[in-house]
């Protein structure tokens, strides 16, 4: 079946420090791959998507690049802020599987920590 | 546009009991899912209704839960009896249309505690 890896953390940085979370796929089908965050006390926002292999998601100043011949999504961003402490999930929707968001796949979430 | 609303925000119920979560979609957002996070796992699909049929119920662990959407609009997740093992924080979602390329739109959650 279908399942996300990703690092778990908690993963600390200091501010403008570069992030880097990991995240590798395996899918049945062609998949759309997906970044969530989920920030104290909200519920799970999309962050970006991409839908097809070599797609760069970006928002917010992270970025992530659909990798198929790696099967990667690995989420980026230069520059962190305190502001972007959270969890992220890392996710994918298969194609095959149809009907929408069923069935989204979602890694077990990393918690990132922003040190002023 | 108010966003996806869950009731309640938290629950701590004993063993052996009922509980009923519900969950407000988007007004207008056909599609409506369940997921849940058990503490330290990933977050499981359960599963997804299309207006008020259930497309695919799949992700429910057991018979134990029951979930209903009369009318289309809200829905409610009922577990009947509670074991320990139900806790954890329940996430509803829904999106306007269907597509593994559709975004979702979660809710804050349900967490549940199960003593």
């Known amino acids: 079946g279908d399942s996300v890896t990703q690092m778990e953390g908690p993963v600390t940085l200091s501010e403008e420090a570069f992030l880097t979370i990991n995240c590798t796929y395996t899918?049945?089908?062609?998949?759309?791959l997906f970044w969530y965050v989920q920030y104290p006390g909200e519920g799970l926002q999309l962050l970006l998507k991409?839908?097809?292999?070599?797609d760069k998601g970006s928002n917010k100043g992270f970025e992530a690049t659909y990798r198929k011949e790696t099967t990667s999504f690995h989420l980026e961003k230069g520059s962190v802020q305190v502001s972007d402490s959270a969890v992220y999930f890392c996710a994918l929707s298969d194609y095959l599987s149809g009907g929408g968001a069923d069935g989204l796949t979602f890694g077990k979430g990393t918690h990132l920590i922003i040190q002023p | 546009e108010a966003g996806v609303t869950q009731f309640p925000s938290h629950s701590v119920i004993e063993k052996g009991q009922t509980v009923t979560l519900r969950c407000d979609p988007i007004s207008g957002h056909d599609n409506l899912y369940w997921y849940r996070r058990v503490m330290g796992k990933e977050i499981k699909f359960l599963l997804h209704?299309?207006?008020?049929?259930?497309?695919?119920e799949s992700g429910m662990p057991n018979n134990r839960f029951l979930a209903e959407r009369t009318g289309g609009t809200y829905s409610t997740l009922k577990v009947q009896p509670a074991e320990l093992e139900d806790s954890g924080v329940y996430f509803c979602?829904?999106?306007?249309?269907?597509?593994?390329?559709?975004?979702?739109?979660f809710g804050q959650g349900t967490r549940l505690t199960v003593v």
């Open positions: 899918a049945t089908g062609y998949p759309s």
């Open positions: 991409a839908t097809k292999a070599d």
């Open positions: 209704f299309v207006k008020e049929s259930k497309q695919d």
């Open positions: 979602a829904s999106s306007p249309h269907g597509g593994a390329r559709t975004e979702a739109f």
